[in-house]
């Protein structure tokens, strides 16, 4: 395992060979076929980066880890000057469930994750806070906060990341406050950061349409930019604030493409690695990575 950590990754993003100034982009692959097969399709559709599931996302199985395919992917991952991957949770992982067994699921399947996730070292790991299921914001993000200090530990190299949510129903994560609480609740908080959504924002209140400037200033002031590792880049099928989480093609929904340029090119955000779950099939995304890598300014 290497000693670089992933602050000092995010420092590198803009300088690796073949990168310089370049943007980093890619979209959630399957994992099918393993980790090389997935770095072999980024390339096919012009990405220099992906996201993946950990497992099923809408169960709880996952693939025994294959450790020459692995090492395979690493050398491939440094030849090929791919700078970070991110790996996402199952949607089935609800840290603060009404009910104790989902609970201790998600509680056991985070921490067998990032034991997984050890195998590529100096990567993220991204998942969705949870649904307090009508016991209230405040008890939903103490339970999330409670197995966050379960499962990290001081050795992990992976750094965790909170997601932004949309506030659909009683989704916890739809204001950057209520992210902030999590993280100040956590003992070893320096293993986290945030993925910032921007359908979700949207759909949650923040107008980054107009205003994305004063969006990043304030998460800024209450979570700090510092803790912004990612950003997935999908477009709305609904206004702002409509609490509705429908994620859009690029420049198909209610974002549009003039937002997405001054997205990616903000000089705050543009060195960060984005991801596309747009509903695209791989000629889709390779299309939208195309669109985006025109618009980007070095």
Do not use: W
Not at 22 to 50: C, D, P, R, V, W
Not at 110 to 125: G, I, S, V
Not at 160 to 184: H, N, Q, Y
């Amino acid at each position: 395992m290497t000693d670089i950590g992933v602050d000092d990754l995010s420092k590198l993003y803009v300088f690796r060979k073949g990168y310089e100034a370049m943007l980093i982009i890619g979209a959630h692959l399957s994992a099918s076929k393993g980790y090389t097969a997935m770095l072999k399709q980024s390339m096919e559709i012009g990405a220099n980066t992906f996201q993946f599931f950990t497992r099923n996302p809408r169960g709880g199985s996952a693939k025994a880890i294959d450790e020459q395919d692995v090492n395979e992917f690493l050398k491939l991952m440094e030849e090929n000057n791919f700078p970070i991957i991110l790996a996402h949770a199952p949607y089935t992982l609800n840290c603060c469930s009404a009910k104790p067994e989902v609970r201790e699921f998600a509680k056991n399947t985070f921490a067998d994750d990032l034991k997984r996730m050890e195998y590529t070292p100096n990567q993220l790991y991204n998942f969705h806070p949870g649904s307090h299921v009508g016991q209230g914001a405040e008890a939903g993000i103490e339970m999330i906060a409670e197995t966050l200090n379960d499962v990290l530990f001081p050795e992990m190299t992976t750094t965790v990341l909170l997601e932004t949510m949309a506030g659909k129903g009683s989704e916890i994560g739809k204001t950057f406050d209520e992210l902030r609480s999590i993280i100040d609740r956590v003992e070893l908080n320096e293993k986290l950061g945030v993925c910032l959504d921007t359908c979700h924002i949207n759909d949650g209140g923040y107008d980054v349409v107009n205003n994305f400037d004063g969006v990043l200033e304030e998460f800024d002031k209450v979570v700090g930019l510092e803790r912004l590792k990612a950003v997935h880049l999908n477009d709305s099928k609904n206004p702002l604030a409509s609490h509705k989480d429908r994620h859009e093609k690029i420049g198909d929904g209610y974002i549009g493409v003039d937002a997405f340029e001054k997205i990616i090119n903000h000089p705050s955000i543009k060195h960060l690695p984005f991801y596309l779950e747009t509903p695209n099939e791989l000629d889709g995304y390779k299309k939208e990575i195309t669109l985006l890598r025109s618009l980007y300014k070095d």
